[in-house]
């Protein structure tokens, strides 16, 4: 009888088909066990980045107004999720800068003086699953006058979209001043919008993951979220991360 010890090594080097399913179903319980925790570093990774880049803005904006000398608004927009459209929810999806000029329309004893806003760089949106929880709980520095927000219209562009590009949303805004100090736009009145100074304690945005076009509420808060506080005084912000 012929050997070939050649092949017979072959044979005894190659795995057995149980041995292959056996490693086959250890990957599998690997990466089950590994995605959650993947999952949600992506998240938190997301959410501290949007975070960081609201904080620059804000930054920016402080000294933008005292380099310039003109006050400068940072307006959040919000509006229900795109991508549910039976909810009518409106969280904050976007942000931008604007410089605030005063023109003059009219002449002579019908001159009249009123603000106009010129845009900073570009919109930005947050990060995708990311959004800025509205209310008085989580958001207080983006309430207006008893809670109300203003319409995203652009000057003579009645009717079309306004500058968050999506139409019927709305917009909170808060304002920094050349003094430094960082106050709230409230409502909008001749032609002029009526700032109010907050308090320390209420002066504060939550940063969180979007719950399906849900509103959020410190009853459904994620364990991670990103909340930004803005000195009324001095226009200063800080964060604080409490699930990082």
């Keep these: 009888m012929t050997h070939f010890p050649y092949f017979e090594r072959q044979a005894r080097r190659a795995f057995s088909l149980i041995e292959m399913l056996v490693v086959i179903a250890l990957v599998a319980m690997i990466m089950a066990s590994a995605t959650p925790a993947l999952m949600r570093t992506m998240q938190a990774t997301r959410l501290a980045t949007t975070g960081d880049s609201i904080m620059g803005a804000i930054t920016e904006a402080k000294q933008l107004a005292y380099a310039q000398n003109v006050p400068v608004e940072m307006r959040f927009f919000k509006y229900p999720d795109q991508d549910f459209t039976s909810s009518s929810v409106q969280l904050f999806r976007s942000y931008q800068l604007f410089k605030i000029v005063n023109l003059v329309q009219g002449v002579g004893a019908n001159a009249v003086t009123q603000e106009s806003v010129v845009p900073v760089g570009t919109l930005v949106k947050l990060s995708e699953g990311v959004i800025i929880a509205a209310g008085q709980d989580l958001s207080p520095l983006l309430n207006g006058q008893n809670g109300q927000s203003l319409d995203d219209i652009k000057a003579n562009a009645s009717g079309g979209v306004g500058y968050s590009g999506v139409a019927s ?16 736009v409230s409502a909008q009145s001749d032609g002029f919008a009526q700032l109010d100074y907050g308090t320390l304690p209420t002066s504060f945005l939550t940063i969180t993951y979007d ?3 849900q509103d959020i509420t410190t009853g459904n808060l994620p364990k991670n979220f990103y909340t930004i506080q803005v000195d009324p005084y001095t226009g200063k912000a800080r964060n604080y991360r409490p699930g990082f």
């Design 169 to 184: 949303a709305k917009y909170n805004a808060i304002r920094f001043m050349p003094d430094g100090s960082c106050r709230k």
């Design 211 to 213: 719950s399906n076009g």
